[in-house]
């Protein structure tokens, strides 16, 4: 399968781009999360990573929380704000891919475990930070959905319908706050390189390559590229909005 190794070095950056701005990232000890994390701190943001563990990238200011419990939610995003300032940025990509199941063996269990990771916990999370925002008249939100939100992939209900909620409610809250000045898009990305996969079986990561017309999966440099695009002052025109990337998998 053909492959081109993206890293963030890879990547012309701005170091000056976020500079005054505070960030939260959630899911920002690993993948997507930790890559969008270093890239906005490397160009000048003060940044929180909000994860169940305590592992972040050098300079980011390590939260644990499990974005499932509004509760703990709310206290990491209020701790973010006591030590690094109001909150400009968030991102949201904590995520779960859940089990590899047919849809009639998905238990309760299951579904609700998925579910509450990726659908409530994106919620909690854009819930806690709009007061602020909207407050002083300025945010950025950033959510991470997935190409399955847009088209659905087989042994992947729970997965599929959480990031499909990922991308209305993102359509919801853009409008709900369009005039505020603050602007809430989220990302649609094919199947990425990142710890997540192995969640997955072969069967099913295959499947999505297959999918992909570049034939190849994608980085979390690249997503995160694409991430603090979005979470910048360069994006001022678009809200509610849900980006591909998926190495042509979605062209919409």
């Known amino acids: ?133 909207v407050e002083r008249g300025y945010g950025r939100i950033v959510n991470v959905a997935s190409i399955a939100g847009k088209e659905g992939n087989p042994m992947a209900t729970a997965y599929s319908s959480a990031k499909a909620a990922v991308i209305a409610m993102t359509k919801a809250i853009g409008k709900d706050v369009a005039r505020t000045g603050v602007l809430v898009n989220c990302i649609a990305p094919a199947v990425i390189e990142t710890p997540m996969l192995g969640g997955m079986t072969q069967e099913h990561v295959t499947y999505m390559v297959e999918r992909i017309p570049m034939g190849r999966m994608g980085s979390a440099a690249e997503v995160a590229t694409l991430a603090c695009w979005l979470a910048s002052d360069e994006c001022s025109f678009s809200t509610g909005a849900t980006y591909d990337i998926s190495g042509g998998r979605a062209v919409y």
């Open 1 to 133: 399968m053909p492959r081109r190794e993206v890293t963030l070095a890879a990547v012309a950056r701005n170091e000056h781009r976020f500079a005054g701005r505070v960030a939260l990232v959630t899911g920002g000890s690993s993948g997507i999360g930790a890559a969008t994390a270093k890239r906005l701190l490397d160009e000048g943001a003060r940044v929180a990573s909000l994860d169940l563990g305590t592992d972040a990238p050098d300079g980011v200011l390590a939260l644990t929380a499990d974005v499932s419990s509004s509760a703990q939610v709310d206290a990491a995003v209020a701790r973010a704000t006591d030590e690094l300032g109001p909150l400009d940025i968030l991102v949201c990509a904590a995520g779960i891919t859940g089990a590899s199941l047919a849809t009639v063996d998905v238990t309760d269990e299951e579904w609700r475990r998925v579910m509450a990771i990726d659908a409530d916990g994106v919620f909690f999370c854009n819930r806690a930070v709009l007061p602020g925002m």
